[in-house]
């Protein structure tokens, strides 16, 4: 059996600018992951692949390298485009956790850069409000807030009160993306996060970035 995230396990030493982490077992250094995923549940991921190769035989230095050329999955943190110096991402995040590590994660890598964090609560425990009470404390980090509120069933607008003016609630679509992008600036990160498709609003983004706003 195999044991991670636990002392005197698989460990992952802090998370760098650069998204690269060292890799320990017994507090010894096994090797260091170099790749662009964020978060501390993708660390996890990490160590979990590590210490399942040791326990198949697999070199575990050799697992590490070949961490290391692993370029992501669709919509885990994805690259949608550039425009104006705005890096546009798409991540599947979309319940209080998710949103809370993935945001972080792209703290961590940016720094002091901006971020701007557009939601879209579309599963249908999102739009019950099962957990709308953790959703202003999951998008802490953000400089930036924008919601779309469409078809839910709760008041997004009482529930992101107490960020004040960083949040801001659209029902229009296309109201969402010209506040965006009308905030968004050079150096800026803008996170978009849903479960679906979020009717096409990276690539009406990046248009209107382009145009200008």
């Not at 195999?2 to 002392?7: D, G, M």
């Not at 005197?8 to 060292?22: M, R």
């Not at 996890?44 to 070949?66: Q, S």
């Not at 498709?197 to 200008?212: N, V």
Request: glycine residues 10%.
């Amino acid at each position: 059996m195999e044991w991670f995230a636990a002392p005197g396990a698989w460990q992952a030493g802090p998370l760098a600018s650069d998204g690269s982490f060292e890799v320990t077992w017994q507090d010894k250094p096994v090797g260091r992951v170099r790749w662009q995923q964020v978060g501390t549940h993708n660390q996890l991921n990490a160590l979990a692949v590590v210490a399942a190769a040791r326990h198949a035989g697999v070199d575990p230095a050799a697992a590490v390298d070949a961490l290391s050329g692993f370029s992501g999955v669709r919509r885990r943190m994805q690259v949608r485009g550039e425009a104006r110096g705005i890096t546009v991402y798409d991540d599947f995040a979309h319940h209080p956790t998710a949103i809370l590590t993935t945001v972080q994660g792209l703290r961590k890598r940016i720094g002091a850069s901006r971020i701007l964090a557009v939601l879209e609560p579309r599963s249908n425990t999102m739009k019950r409000g099962v957990m709308k009470d953790e959703l202003p404390s999951s998008l802490r980090d953000a400089d930036r807030i924008y919601v779309y509120t469409a078809g839910l069933g709760w008041d997004a607008a009482a529930v992101f009160a107490p960020l004040g003016q960083r949040a801001r609630c659209e029902e229009s679509l296309d109201a969402l993306v010209d506040a965006v992008a009308a905030e968004a600036k050079t150096g800026d990160h803008v996170l978009v996060m849903s479960n679906g498709g979020f009717g096409g609003i990276h690539e009406k983004l990046l248009a209107r970035l382009r145009k200008g706003a």
